[in-house]
């Protein structure tokens, strides 16, 4: 058996991989294991994504809380940057979110934070892991009074949309933004926002019926954005994901701008305003190649990291960098919260545009994008790491690495939360490239299979 957490929290189809009991085990081990040094009685907020077993799941997990005697407090539909916000406003001992965050519905997951509000080590996941898989050996439970209570706030949200407009109080008074809330948790913070700074706002996929998360819509899904965008004659379309912590923009011509393109806008404005600290932006190894060009030529360094926005949070926390993320928009801006966060990522974009009084394709030119292409290999969840034992695979990735060598590159991972391996080639010829990663990734299926 693997490990329960991947680079996200623990996920999996709800119901059958990530059941009932195994959300109520989370809730005792995760309660236990990060209040166990508190003297008081410890509280632990909750919030979920608009997923139809966010509920079944949530009140699970508050039952493994409270059966620890610790408390929980249930603050219902909430992305997940706001949850991590509100856990260190409000001085709780941890924070949990259920969400699958970009995944189909039928997937649900369960994440922590600590009580400063960011994502937890490796080290404290491990111990969470160690005492569920021992059924909380010599852990005794409390009975009468001893148990813990369950509160509801379902106002908590009015918190954080607070927050954001004081945190970004840019003027949008100017600007027609169309906004993809992906039928997930932002339908009503991101919309309150951006209409309460003054935003001609065109919002859709802001009815979750529980089913429709991040079904044809939001940041993995951005054709129906490009086209309304273009339909609407908006200067801008924001794309969220199902929890919202991560952000995808479409300019005014209906062109998708990446992560990666949004971190070189921004950090750009940052450095010409003194507020990029050490001139440094924080990426990872899937980045392009396009963006170490652009810090070269900008004089920003940029900083490599493992794929996983919580290895980009570590080194920003290492070295004391602000800005840093993923080429699929999970950005970090870690002077105003302690993980990704698409709306604010979204409000410092527009702030840009405001402020430079450029349209965003005029802003997106700062980095040429490089053809990339990325497929996915299906394989058996618990052979996805072990790819290099296969020596028809090991043999045709070293091949490749020799033919694209010096003209571009290739980056072969395991998916940290699904049963993927993820090949992903960099190079010149879009068509070429593709096809050599197509091919990659139906040998490495078809010899893992």
């Given amino acids: 058996m693997g490990r329960m957490f991947g680079t996200d929290g623990v996920r999996g189809v709800a119901g059958t991989e990530l059941t009932i009991d195994l959300a109520m085990k989370l809730g005792q081990a995760g309660a236990y294991v990060l209040t166990k040094e508190t003297s008081h009685q410890p509280t632990l907020i909750v919030g979920c994504d608009t997923r139809i077993s966010g509920g079944m799941l949530a009140n699970a997990l508050m039952a493994g809380i409270c059966s620890v005697g610790a408390n929980a407090v249930y603050m219902g539909v909430m992305p997940t ?7 260190k406003k409000h001085k709780v001992d941890a924070g949990v979110v259920i969400s699958a965050s970009h995944n189909p519905m039928e997937f649900n997951g369960i994440k922590f934070f600590n009580s400063e509000g960011y994502k937890l080590s490796d080290q404290l996941e491990d111990e969470i892991e160690a005492l569920i898989k021992s059924d909380m050996k010599d852990i005794k439970m409390p009975i009468g009074s001893g148990v813990g209570r369950i509160n509801y706030r379902m106002d908590a949200r009015e918190e954080y949309v607070f927050f954001m407009k004081k945190t970004i109080p840019v003027d949008l008074s100017g600007l027609k933004i169309v906004v993809d809330c992906a039928e997930g948790a932002s339908y009503y913070t991101a919309v309150e926002t951006l209409r309460g700074l003054g935003a001609n706002l065109v919002p859709i996929h802001v009815n979750p019926d529980g089913t429709n998360i991040n079904s044809n819509c939001g940041s993995t899904h951005m054709d129906e954005l490009r086209a ?32 990666d393109q949004i971190m070189a806008i921004i950090g750009s404005h940052m450095k010409e305003k003194g507020t990029l600290k050490k001139d440094t932006i924080v990426a990872t190894v899937m980045s392009n190649l396009g963006f170490t060009l652009m810090g070269q030529r900008e004089g920003i360094h940029i900083e490599r990291t493992k794929v996983g926005d919580r290895y980009v949070l570590e080194n920003m926390r290492e070295h004391g960098y602000n800005i840093g993320g993923e080429q699929s928009g999970h950005i970090i801006f870690l002077d105003e919260n302690t993980t990704g966060d698409g709306l604010l990522s979204g409000l410092h974009l527009l702030e840009v545009m405001v402020e430079k009084k450029q349209k965003l394709s005029e802003l997106a030119k700062i980095m040429e994008v490089l053809p990339q292409a990325l497929v996915n290999a299906k394989v058996p969840t618990h052979k996805k790491d072990k790819y290099m034992d296969y020596p028809e695979i090991a043999q045709a990735i070293t091949k490749l690495e020799e033919k694209f060598a010096g003209e571009g590159r290739v980056l072969i991972r395991p998916s940290g939360t699904e049963p993927l391996v993820r090949v992903m080639i960099e190079g010149k010829n879009q068509e070429q490239i593709e096809k050599e990663a197509k091919a990659l990734a139906e040998l490495i299926t078809r010899n893992m299979l």
Avoid: H, Q
């Fill in 81 to 87: 940057p706001a949850i991590a916000y509100l856990t």
């Fill in 228 to 259: 309304r965008v273009v339909y609407e004659k908006a200067d801008a379309g924001l794309a969220f994901d199902g929890d919202a912590d991560r952000m995808l923009a479409v300019d005014e011509l209906g062109n998708v701008v990446d992560g």
